[in-house]
């Protein structure tokens, strides 16, 4: 097994563990709690090379121009919502806390509707701690088990706000922003990437990484998501990965998806 330079830099400036796993694409078909334990290659978290043809979109501008779908309004500015389509795989790992060392088997493969969310800067509030401007905010939800007892089911928002799309309450929570975020108007391109500072102090972010209604959902600690845009801003298609552990009981998990969508609302 060897390690993904670009997971290493998930968590370098902080003390929080660091995973070093990369994803094969023969995982992708493994059978539910496959025996061997696999070790990740690097191509599933290989990025394009930037498509030219996309210069003239940006993102901060989706909708200004003619023929744009207008966004909806939402409480302190707009947002687009995005139908998706997602393909991925749940893992284990063989320690009680995700670690540089941990193996990870695949445990599940899902293929599961979604939803991603565009939204304009939210601020935080109710804290003294700032890691910086989301120029976006974002967030990803997958699949529609409310009780989170389906291999595949994942909330993720980079402000603990963005969870109100999928009915979460903001009424005396704290605004928290737990990610950095940055975004590319040459390369029509988003990557957001969780704040392992905060990852802790947000209970909303977390995956399901198997089917049972004994499972409970595993909360994220890390992980990175990457989002290109095409057609204007109607078509994205995109990947992500975490790692999670319980909220209470101890072990290590990890979640890796894929999605193609477009632009709904």
């Known amino acids: 097994m060897f390690t993904s330079n670009r997971l290493l830099k998930l968590l370098v ?14 995982s992708v078909l493994a059978k539910s709690f496959q025996q061997e334990t696999t070790s990740i290659s690097q191509t599933a978290f290989k990025t394009e090379p930037p498509n030219n043809s996309l210069r003239n979109t940006n993102l901060s501008v989706l909708a200004s121009s003619p023929g744009n779908i207008t966004p909806m309004t939402v409480p302190g500015g707009r947002a ?4 998706l389509s997602t393909a991925g795989t749940t893992y284990s790992g063989n320690t009680n806390f ?28 109710n804290t003294n701690r700032r890691n910086g401007v989301n120029p976006r905010e974002v967030g990803l939800f997958i699949g529609n088990d409310a009780s989170l ?7 993720y928002g980079t402000h ?38 905060w990852a802790r102090n947000d209970t909303t972010n977390l995956f399901s990484w198997r089917s ?18 095409t057609n204007g801003g109607r078509n994205v298609t995109g990947s992500a990965t975490f790692f999670g552990n319980g909220y ?13 969508g477009t632009l709904a609302r």
């Open 98 to 125: 995700p670690t540089q060392n941990t193996s990870y088997t695949p445990a599940f493969n899902f293929r599961l509707p979604g939803a991603l969310v565009l939204e304009s800067t939210l601020a935080a509030q």
């Open 80 to 83: 687009f919502i995005y139908s």
């Open 149 to 155: 007892s389906t291999a595949g089911t994942l909330r």
């Open 212 to 229: 049972s209604i004994f499972s409970a959902p595993k909360q994220i600690l890390a992980g990175d998501i990457s989002i290109r845009f």
């Open 248 to 260: 209470i009981e101890p072990g290590a998990y990890a979640y890796v998806v894929n999605f193609t």
């Open 160 to 197: 603990t706000w963005v969870h109100r799309y999928w009915g979460g309450r903001t009424l005396g929570r704290p605004a928290l922003d737990t990610a950095f975020v940055s975004l590319n108007n040459i390369t029509s391109t988003l990557n957001a990437r969780v704040d392992p500072q």
């Open 13 to 26: 400036t902080t003390f929080v563990f660091v995973p070093t796993i990369t994803i094969s694409s023969s």
